[in-house]
Nanobody, 124 residues
Framework: VQLVESGGGLVQPGGSLRLSCAASGSTFAGYCLGWFRQAPGKGREEVAT???????SYRDSVKGRFTISQDNGKSIVYLQMVSLKPEDTAMYYC???????????????????WGQGTQVTVSS
């Protein structure tokens, strides 16, 4: 699956942005999806994930401020970000992992499909 992100930009502290990640030529059916970010000089970190059944998870620093969601056609995944802080500044990446069923529940393999990234800068 090919991933194409959009929606990044420059925003003031306290502002909002919505990132989008579209599946090019297919849908996200059968995949777990995640948003990751990497700030200059820092490692990549997981921001939010959504499973095939709609279960979501967030890193502690974005809980209550970021929301990951998917459209009904399972071809776009969003990351709604509000109350943005300067420490949210990073390159944001969309990623997909193949979902599989094991031991009674759906699980995600390693994230192996990545988009090109979209820059988010929070600054006054």
């Amino acid at each position: 699956v090919q991933l194409v992100e959009s929606g990044g930009g420059l925003v003031q502290p306290g502002g909002s942005l919505r990132l989008s990640c579209a599946a090019s030529g297919s849908t996200f059916a059968g995949y777990c999806l995640g948003w990751f970010r990497q700030a200059p000089g820092k490692g990549r970190e997981e921001v939010a994930t959504i499973d095939g059944d709609g279960s979501t998870s967030y890193r502690d620093s974005v809980k209550g401020r970021f929301t990951i969601s998917q459209d009904n056609g399972k071809s776009i995944v969003y990351l709604q970000m509000v109350s943005l802080k300067p420490e949210d500044t990073a390159m944001y990446y969309c990623a997909a992992a193949t979902e599989y069923f094991s031991l009674g529940r759906y699980r995600c393999s390693a994230y192996s499909y990545w988009g090109q990234g979209t820059q988010v800068t929070v600054s006054s």
